[in-house]
Structures are given as structure tokens and as C-alpha cells.
């Protein structure tokens, strides 16, 4: 085994060990637990940021138990590794239902989320989607809601501000031929060429590809006002590198993947005015941001991977407590069928990281998509779009 791969292992088994740590008290004092599941990537090529959403994750079941729990009784996350792959995840998922015997679980990833939804609606089960982004999560049966805005959210508010804001009028679209890639790259154009611009090149390529020449001799042959890349934090940099080596020197956007620090760090000067999206308050939107991202620098030195997607995790515990708390007040047992009724009831939430949360009928969810852009070497706050 590979030094970094031995790390990795390493602190993979330190990160599901703490994760027990968290219910182990509550366990050894003889107390009723409420359990619920939580299905990430924890290794494979996602791991750096799957294992930063379920740190966040872990944070809040010991600040809630902290704290009391609910009503006395302490929460119980059970993790299990997806490695953000589809069979992996349905694995992981069946486990939870059918041996864990949880009534909610969360999970992420746009292919994983699509892949279990069968298991939840059979099962009755309530599926969370926390920070998957595919329009389609909201059309995958009874049992399956996001807490997440979709695609059809950021990618049209960023698609509109580049147009009617930037004053952009003819743009390239890069895109990973996956689920997430293939729907936010068709929003992205649609609305686009709605608000009166001009897609001129459309251009995928493979999960796995390194080498992006050829798709990018196509975009510089159409010499678009702005390029937007929908792919993930893995490939993005290796995309714009590659750009800029070829000396396409246009304007980058790209989602809510992007707003990474290792973005950053891995392109250096060819990350200047690169567009991200965020789907999270910042510090200056939300008192309760800044003392997070300080929490991530005292105990890990260094910001989070993903900050928006780590806030979402960290409150994913607390939407589980609100809706234990609803089935307690009613005096309902916990079921994947009350559970269902307890979100789409009370259908309001206060959140402490990403704040007001409201279930729609529809599945779906709103929130502020608010832009960033790369200058001098960091993220600062371009927009905000309501």
C-alpha cells in the first residue's frame, strides 16, 4: 500500500471511529438513541470532500448532543462509506434500511442520490438530499427531498447575471458527461440563450479524462465572450490550465463546485476572475458562518473543502432533530412514513449555517444564489441574486 493511500486509510478509520465516539456515550449511560444514516464518499477520488461534509455532519450531532440532544434523547449518525459511486451507494443505503433499520438518512451526490431513491420509496424511507444538484432529484418518488437547491436554481441565476450583468453576449459551455454536467450545462444554455445570448460551442467530455485539447481547439475556434465549465472540483483545474496553456484568456464561470481553495492553489494566477456560485451564506450574511470556518482553522488548519457543502452538512443533523422533535410532540413513532410527515408538515426550518429552509410541494427548494469571483488570489462576494 502506497504511503497516501495508507494516510488516507488511516484517517478514514480515525473519521467513522470519532463518528461512533459521538454515540457511544449516549450508549454506555444505557439512553434511547434516534438514529439516522448518513451515506457519503469517505474514499475514491471525492473522499477530500465527502470526508469535510461528514466532518461538518459529525460537529453538529456532538453540538446537538452537547446540548441535550432532543428532548434528552441523543442522536445516533451512522456512517457508511458511497465512495460517491451508485452501487457503492445502494449498498450502503439497503444496509441502513434494512439492518440499521433507520427512518431517515442523508446522502449527496447527484448519480447516488437517483441510484438509492428506488430503495427509500420501497423501504419508506425519507432520502435527504444534501448538496446533490441534478433537476431530476426532485422527480424521484414520494420518499426523496432535497434540503439542497437544484441546478435550475444557481445555474440560471449565473447564466442571467452573464448576460444581462456582465454583458456577455456569446458564450462556451464545458461540461462532465454525468448527471450533474449534462443537466446544469442544458439549464445553463437554455437560459442563456433565452435572455438573448448565443451558445457558441457545447462541448462534453469523459469522467475520467486528463486531456481536454481537443474539446478546447473547438471552443477557441468559436471564440466565445465567456466560457462555462460544469464539471467538478477534480477536473475543473486541469480544464482552465489547459485553457490558458492554449491561450484562451476569456472569463471562467462555473457552480458552486468551484468555490474551493484547492481551485485556487492548484491554478495559481490562471484562477483570476473565475465566477463560482454559492447556495450558502457567507460571513457576512449569517453570524454563525465566521466562528465556523474558525472552528475549521483552530482544529484542522485550514478552511473547509467545499465550505457551502459543508454547511448544508452540518445542518442536515439539526433537520433530522427538528423532525424527531415534531414525531416526539405528536406522540408518532419514528418511521420512514412519519418522518416523511413531519418534513412535509412542519415544511419551515431554521438552520444555523444556511438559515431559513422551506419544503415545497414540488420537492424542490429556494434559496440566494450568491457569486464569487477569484481576485488576487482569493474568493471575494460579486453578487447576490434573489
Not at 445502494?90 to 447527484?110: C, E, G, Q
Not at 473547438?218 to 486541469?238: C, E, F, R, T, Y
Request: charge should be positive; glycine fraction near 8%; aromatic fraction near 8%.
Amino acid at each position: 500500500m502506497k504511503l497516501s493511500n495508507r494516510r488516507r486509510m488511516l484517517a478514514l478509520s480515525a473519521l467513522i471511529m470519532s463518528g461512533a465516539a459521538f454515540t457511544g456515550a449516549a450508549l454506555a449511560q444505557g439512553k434511547e438513541t434516534l438514529k439516522f444514516g448518513l451515506a457519503m464518499p469517505l474514499s475514491g477520488s471525492q473522499a477530500l470532500y465527502g470526508a469535510d461534509q461528514v466532518k461538518a455532519a459529525q460537529w453538529a450531532v456532538a453540538d446537538i448532543n452537547a446540548k441535550g440532544g432532543v428532548n434528552g434523547k441523543q442522536l445516533e449518525m451512522i456512517v457508511l462509506d458511497t465512495q460517491a459511486d451508485p452501487q457503492l451507494g445502494i449498498n450502503a443505503v439497503k444496509r441502513l434500511t434494512s439492518v440499521d433499520n433507520v427512518p431517515v438518512f442523508i446522502t449527496a451526490w447527484s448519480a447516488v442520490v437517483k441510484a438509492v431513491a428506488p430503495i427509500a420509496n420501497r423501504d419508506k424511507v425519507l432520502e435527504l438530499s444534501v448538496g446533490a444538484n441534478s433537476p431530476d432529484i426532485a422527480k424521484l418518488g414520494d420518499y426523496v427531498y432535497t434540503t439542497f437547491p437544484l441546478a435550475e436554481v444557481d445555474v440560471s441565476g449565473l447564466a442571467k447575471y452573464t448576460y444581462t450583468t456582465l454583458g456577455k453576449k456569446t458564450a462556451a459551455v464545458m461540461y462532465i458527461n454525468n448527471d450533474s454536467g449534462v443537466e446544469g450545462a442544458a439549464i445553463y444554455k437554455s437560459v442563456f440563450e433565452k435572455a438573448g445570448g448565443k451558445v457558441v460551442a457545447y462541448e462534453a467530455y469523459d469522467t475520467k479524462a486528463t486531456e481536454f485539447t481537443g474539446a478546447l481547439l473547438k471552443v477557441k475556434a468559436a471564440n466565445p465572450d465567456m466560457i462555462h465549465i460544469q464539471g467538478l472540483v477534480s477536473d475543473l483545474p486541469q480544464v482552465i490550465a489547459q485553457m490558458r496553456q492554449l491561450g484562451l484568456q476569456q472569463r471562467v464561470s462555473t457552480y458552486s463546485a468551484g468555490y474551493n481553495p484547492k481551485v485556487i492553489e492548484q491554478l495559481g494566477a490562471a484562477a483570476e476572475g473565475l465566477i463560482v456560485t454559492s447556495l450558502a451564506p457567507g460571513v457576512s450574511d449569517n453570524a454563525n458562518v465566521g466562528p465556523f470556518i474558525n472552528r475549521w482553522k483552530e482544529t484542522e488548519k485550514r478552511v473547509p473543502n467545499g465550505l457551502p457543502y459543508t454547511q448544508y452538512l452540518y445542518d442536515g443533523p439539526y433537520l433530522v432533530a427538528e423532525l424527531y422533535k415534531w414525531l416526539e410532540k405528536n406522540k408518532m413513532p419514528a418511521t420512514g412514513e412519519n418522518m416523511r410527515k413531519a418534513l412535509i408538515t412542519a415544511k419551515n426550518f431554521d438552520l444555523p449555517m444556511t438559515g431559513g429552509l422551506s419544503v415545497g410541494e414540488d420537492h424542490r427548494v429556494n434559496k440566494p444564489v450568491y457569486l464569487l469571483t477569484v481576485d488576487k488570489g482569493q474568493f471575494v462576494p460579486l453578487a447576490t441574486i434573489k
